[in-house]
Each structure stands twice: as C-alpha cells, then as structure tokens.
C-alpha cells in the first residue's frame, strides 16, 4: 500500500527567506503524481504544484519548487520569498489513480 | 472563481442518528469525491463517485455511509447511524476529469461532532 509521510509539524520561518517541507512516499508503482497542497486557516485546500513522476524536471510554480528524487520518493516542496499568506498547514499528496493520499500534514508559520 | 461549497460547517449529532453532509461541486466537473480528516491524524480517501455510480471506495465506505447526487447540483454523504469515531472533518472534492494528473478542488469541510 501506498503511505505518505511528512516528518516535520510544524515550521516557521521569517518573511521573505527561504523554507522547505519535506516529504516521503512509499509505493511500488512507476507511474504517479504527485502534489502539494496548501490549506490556509479556516480555507479550502488549493493546490500549490504538482509533479509527475516519469518527468525528471522538478516543477516549478513561481515561487513554489519541488525537489523531487524518484530513487529516494523524496518530494520537498521550496519556498522562496515567504510571504504572511503562505501560513497555513501544507499537505504532500500522492496518487496513481483518481483517489488522493495524504501525509499528515505541516503547519508553517511565516513571521514579519 | 468557481468553488465547492459545503453545508453545514459544523454538524453536532447523537450517536446513532443520521446524518446528512452537503456538498455542491463546481458546475461543469464530472467526479466527485468524500474525504475525511480524524482530528490530529490525516486526511483520508472514502469515496470517489462518477456518472452516478461509485467508482472506488476505501475501507471506511462501510455500509453506515452512501453518497448520492439527488439533483443536477448537490453531492451529499450520508452516515446511516453515527458512531463516536466518525467525528472528524469532512471534505468534498471535485475534478473536471478522473485521471490521476487532474487537480482536485476542495470545499471548505463540514466539522461533524458526534456526541
């Protein structure tokens, strides 16, 4: 089966510096996608980038890269430039089909 | 911009009593998920729904739980008779597509409290 993992709770970091949430996948599959997601407080979740995982190129959204290592199912998200509004808990999500596997979830808290 | 919709935010129920989660997808998306968040833990798949019909569901989708689309609009998730363990967080999503690339859009979640 497949599992997400995201080691770190919680995170902070000071506007405008740099940020990475980590996470770890398990599957035996080839072929997949994955996601972060980003759930302001009291928000919808909204999509922040995605990855597949036959492309070797990591994705990048503005701000936003990921730092994806298919031989170690690492996926870590980077952000650049924080901002106030990127508070909120960051989930990592994989799947190989429709149905979206989460991790736990980290919660980062950007300071002024 | 289009978004999913859930009603209501927060549902206290007793134990044993029927619930009704709702959801209105955004207009021209064609499949239809349930999710839930157990407090502290993480969120979980329940149920994925297409052209009337469930299409996968976890080991959660139990019998207590059915999903139903009465109308053009509206998604619901009902729980037949709720258990302590079924208060959580529940979020209804929705894509224009089912492959796996396709972004999942998220409503804001329906907290049900069973007491």
């Known amino acids: 089966a497949q599992t997400v993992t995201q080691s770190q709770p919680e995170m902070s970091v000071q506007e405008a510096e740099t940020v990475t949430l980590s996470c770890t996948y398990d599957?035996?599959?080839?072929?997949?996608?994955l996601f972060w997601y980003k759930q302001p407080p009291s928000r919808q979740m909204i999509l922040v980038i995605r990855?597949?995982?036959?492309?070797?190129q990591n994705a990048t959204e503005n701000r936003f890269s990921v730092n994806f290592q298919k031989a170690a199912k690492s996926f870590s998200l980077k952000i650049s430039d924080s901002q106030l509004g990127d508070t909120a808990m960051y989930f990592c999500a994989f799947t190989n089909t429709d149905k979206l596997i989460f991790g736990t979830g980290t919660r980062l808290q950007v300071f002024p | 911009e289009p978004e999913v919709t859930q009603t209501p935010s927060h549902q206290v129920t007793q134990m044993g009593q029927e619930v009704i989660l709702r959801c209105v997808p955004i207009?021209?998306?064609?499949?239809f998920y349930w999710y839930r968040q157990i407090l502290g833990q993480k969120v979980e798949f329940l149920v994925s729904f297409y052209n009337n019909e469930i299409s996968e569901k976890s080991e959660i989708f139990d019998d207590q739980f059915s999903v139903e689309r009465p109308d053009g609009s509206n998604f619901t998730l009902k729980i037949r008779s709720t258990k302590l363990e079924d208060s959580a967080m529940y979020f209804c999503?929705?894509?224009?597509?089912?492959?796996?690339?396709?972004?999942?859009?998220f409503g804001p979640g329906t907290r049900l409290t069973v007491l």
């Open positions: 599957t035996s599959e080839n072929n997949y996608y």
């Open positions: 207009s021209n998306h064609l499949y």
């Open positions: 990855q597949e995982a036959y492309k070797q």
């Open positions: 999503a929705s894509s224009e597509m089912g492959s796996s690339y396709n972004e999942q859009f």
